[in-house]
C-alpha cells in the first residue's frame, strides 16, 4: 500500500513536472493574486477576506504565522529557532513593499486560496492554465519524526454544477526556490461560472506542511507559437548598438493546430506594459523605421494568437517574446596627439568601456585598461596607437600618435614667496613657450612665464608650462601676512588713585605689541595693561610685524581729582568759612551739585564750580541746621551724596 502510493505520487508529479516545462502558449491573465502591496515598508500585510480563503490569519511572532494559519508577509525570519526560511521579498521581486501569502500549516483539510471567477472572462470550453509560485520555507534538518512536506491540490470546478474540471496535486514540494506549478482545465461550454481553489493535500504527518505562495494566475493555454527572427524557429533575443547604424528585422511566427489562426503583434517597450501594433496583424512582422536610429533600451515583441475571426480575446495566447536590447556605444575621447618628454613614463589611459583591445605601432596588442608602455620614453616608441573600447556587446575606435620630445625641467623661481597683504610679488619659472596659471585671480597675467602676483590670501598657484611639445606642472605657493593693525580702545575716564585697564586690541601675522609711556603700567607688552595716572595722559599702542612694518594707534585718559567736601560752614559774614567750598569740583566741569533740606526741597544747584553756596536760598538766609547733598559726576562716575551742618 505504500509503495503504490509512492508510486502514484511520484507519476503524478511527474505528470505535473512535464506540463510545467511544455512548450504551450500561454496569454494575459484573467485572474491575478500577487497579495498586494505596501507604499511604504510594512513587513505584514492585511489579511486576506473571508471570501478568498478558510484558514485563518494569525502570528505566534510579528513575523511568523501561527501553526495553522497564514500571514501576509514581505519579510519574514527568525522563525521558530530559524527552522523557517529567510523571507527577504515577494517571488517578483520588482515591488519593495511587495507582498506574499506564509501558511504554517498542519494535517487538516483546508482551502488556503479559492477565488470564483465569472463565466464572461472565459471563452466557452477554451483551455486554461490554473498556476501559482510556491517554495518550501521548512529548513530545519534532520527532518524530525512526523514530517510532512507540502503537498497542495488545485482545484477547479463549475460554480453553477459543481462538476470537477480539474483535480490535480502538486506531489511534495521539496525545493526552497519559488517555483511555479500548474494544472490546465478547459472552461465550462456553457459559459458559467468557475471556481479556483488551492487544497491542503498533505493529510498526515504532524509537523512540516510549510510553504510561501505567490502570484497566482490563470491565463488562456494555447497550442505552440513558434516566433523567431529570419525564420519561425529563428533566434530571439538581439543586442543592436545604437551608433552602428540601422538595422532590420524580419519576425516570421507560426501557430500550430489552428486552421484560420487570427494574429496580432504586440510591442513593449523597457518593461512599460504590452501594446498591440495597429496594422500588424500577419504572422509576419518587419521592423525597419523602428531601428534606423532607435533610443537605447529594451524592445519586446510577441505574437498574439485567437484560433479564428470574431473568437473573443479572452482567448488569446502569446508567443514567447523577441527582444532587441538598443545599447549605448562606449564613449571615450581620445586626443589626436599625445605627447611624452624624453625619459618619461610612457602610459596611455582609455575609459568607457568593460574590456580594452591596443594595438601598438609595431602590431603588437595588449587587452590592459591603460597602456603602460615604458617607464622611460624616446623616439623609439613614437607611432600610432589604436585602441578598442568594448561595452555591452558594442565597440568603439579610438587612436592617438605618440609624441616624444626632447627632455624638459623647468625650475620655479621662488617656491614660496612671503608678502603683506596689498604687496606684489613676480613669480615664475626659468624656461618654457606655453604657460597656463591656476587660479588667475590675483595675477595680471596667467599665460606668461613671470606673472605679478597680488593676492589677497594665501594662494597656491599651479602651472602647466610647456616647450610645445613635453608638459610640466610646477607650483608657486605665496604666503600672504596679515599686516599689522592697531586699537588702543575708546578714550577713557577715571578716578583719581583708583587703576583701570586700557581695552587695546591688534591684528595681524606674527604681530608684537607694547605700549608707551610705561610709567604708569604695571605690564607694557599687555593688551589690557593695568595704569594708574595722577594726571591726564595719553598711551601709544605701538603693533610690529617682522615683515609688514608698525602701526600705532593712541588712547587718552581723563584723571578726575579726588574731592574734599567739608562738612560744615559758617555764613555769619565773619570772612572766616562764610562758604561751603568743596575743593577740586572745578575738575568736573559738567557735574551738578544739589543741596537739599531734611524735608528734600532743593535750596541749591549749580554746574560744575560755576559758584558756591553761601548758605541762603533766594535772597533768604536758611536757618542752621543739617542739609543734604547730591553730586552727579557725570562721565561715568559714581555719583557722591552726604551731609553738611550750617552754622550760624
Not at 605679478?452 to 608657486?476: D, F, K, M, W
Request: hydrophobic share 35%; charged share 15%.
Amino acid at each position: 500500500m505504500q509503495t503504490l502510493y509512492k508510486l502514484a505520487l511520484i507519476t503524478l508529479f511527474t505528470v505535473f513536472t512535464i506540463r510545467a516545462t511544455a512548450q504551450q502558449s500561454l496569454g494575459d491573465p484573467v485572474i491575478y493574486e500577487d497579495f498586494r502591496h505596501g507604499t511604504v515598508y510594512s513587513p505584514v500585510g492585511q489579511p486576506l477576506s473571508n471570501t478568498l480563503t478558510d484558514m485563518p490569519s494569525g502570528s505566534s511572532d510579528a513575523r511568523c504565522p501561527a501553526n495553522g494559519a497564514y500571514l501576509i508577509l514581505n519579510t519574514s525570519a527568525n522563525c521558530y529557532g530559524d527552522t523557517f526560511k529567510t523571507i527577504n521579498s515577494d517571488h517578483s521581486g520588482t515591488n519593495p513593499f511587495g507582498y506574499l501569502m506564509m501558511v504554517n500549516g498542519d494535517n487538516k483539510p483546508v482551502a488556503y486560496y479559492h477565488r470564483q471567477i465569472s463565466g464572461s472572462t472565459f471563452c466557452a470550453g477554451a483551455k486554461y492554465q490554473f498556476a501559482a509560485f510556491i517554495l518550501n520555507i521548512y529548513t530545519g534538518t534532520p527532518r524530525p519524526a512526523g514530517y510532512v512536506d507540502p503537498d497542495i491540490r488545485f482545484v477547479v470546478k463549475s460554480a453553477t454544477t459543481g462538476a470537477i474540471l480539474v483535480n490535480q496535486p502538486t506531489g511534495a514540494i521539496l525545493s526552497d526556490s519559488f517555483t511555479e506549478y500548474h494544472a490546465d482545465f478547459d472552461a465550462p461550454a456553457d459559459g458559467s461560472d468557475v471556481i479556483i481553489s488551492l487544497e491542503n493535500n498533505s493529510l498526515t504527518g504532524t509537523i512540516g506542511n510549510d510553504f510561501a505562495m505567490d502570484d497566482i494566475t490563470v491565463k488562456p493555454y494555447g497550442p505552440i507559437i513558434d516566433a523567431g527572427e529570419g525564420t519561425t524557429t529563428g533566434p530571439t533575443e538581439f543586442t543592436q548598438c545604437q551608433d552602428d547604424g540601422g538595422k532590420v528585422y524580419n519576425l516570421k511566427a507560426f501557430a500550430h493546430n489552428y486552421a484560420t489562426p487570427q494574429y496580432q503583434w504586440q510591442s513593449n517597450f523597457n518593461k512599460q506594459g504590452w501594446l498591440s501594433m495597429p496594422g500588424k496583424t500577419g504572422p509576419e512582422l518587419t521592423l525597419a523605421a523602428e531601428f534606423a536610429h532607435p533610443p537605447a533600451g529594451k524592445y519586446q515583441f510577441r505574437v498574439g494568437v485567437l484560433s479564428g475571426p470574431g473568437v473573443s480575446a479572452n482567448c488569446q495566447t502569446f508567443s514567447k517574446p523577441i527582444t532587441i536590447d538598443v545599447v549605448k556605444n562606449p564613449v571615450y575621447n581620445m586626443p589626436p596627439v599625445t605627447t611624452f618628454c624624453e625619459g618619461d613614463i610612457l602610459s596611455i589611459d582609455a575609459e568607457g568601456g568593460t574590456d580594452y583591445l591596443w594595438t601598438r605601432p609595431d602590431g603588437s596588442q595588449s587587452t590592459a585598461h591603460r597602456l603602460d608602455v615604458t617607464t622611460s620614453a624616446n623616439k623609439s616608441y613614437e607611432g600610432k596607437y589604436k585602441v578598442t573600447i568594448f561595452l555591452n556587446g558594442c565597440t568603439i575606435e579610438r587612436e592617438t600618435q605618440v609624441v616624444v620630445y626632447p627632455a624638459f625641467n623647468p625650475v620655479v623661481m621662488d617656491t614660496q614667496p612671503v608678502i603683506c597683504r596689498g604687496e606684489s610679488v613676480q613669480i615664475g619659472v626659468n624656461e618654457g613657450s606655453i604657460f597656463k596659471w591656476t587660479p588667475s585671480t590675483g595675477l595680471d597675467r596667467d599665460d606668461v612665464a613671470k606673472p605679478i602676483a597680488s593676492p589677497t590670501v594665501t594662494t597656491e598657484y599651479l602651472l602647466a608650462v610647456s616647450n610645445g611639445g613635453c608638459v610640466r606642472q610646477r607650483s608657486v605657493k605665496v604666503t600672504v601676512l596679515e599686516s599689522p593693525i592697531a586699537n588702543a580702545g575708546p578714550d577713557l575716564g577715571m578716578e583719581e588713585d583708583k587703576p583701570i585697564k586700557l581695552q587695546g586690541s591688534a591684528k595681524g601675522s606674527g604681530i608684537t605689541y607694547y605700549w608707551t609711556p610705561a610709567g604708569d603700567l604695571d605690564n607694557p607688552t599687555s593688551l589690557t595693561p593695568t595704569i594708574h595716572p595722577h594726571e591726564d595722559a595719553t598711551y601709544t599702542l605701538h603693533v610690529q610685524s617682522p615683515q609688514c612694518g608698525e602701526v600705532t594707534d593712541e588712547v587718552n585718559v581723563r584723571v578726575f581729582k579726588k574731592l574734599v567736601i567739608p562738612n560744615s560752614f559758617s555764613p555769619n559774614a565773619d570772612g572766616i568759612n562764610d562758604i561751603w567750598r568743596i575743593e577740586k569740583l572745578n575738575t568736573y566741569p559738567e557735574s551738578v551739585l544739589t543741596v537739599y533740606t531734611r524735608s528734600g526741597q532743593e535750596v541749591f544747584r549749580t554746574v560744575g564750580d560755576a559758584k558756591q553756596w553761601n548758605g541762603s536760598y533766594g535772597n533768604k538766609q536758611l536757618p542752621s541746621g543739617t542739609y543734604y547733598y547730591v553730586i552727579d559726576r557725570k562721565n561715568n562716575l559714581g555719583k557722591l551724596s552726604g551731609w553738611v551742618v550750617l552754622l550760624r
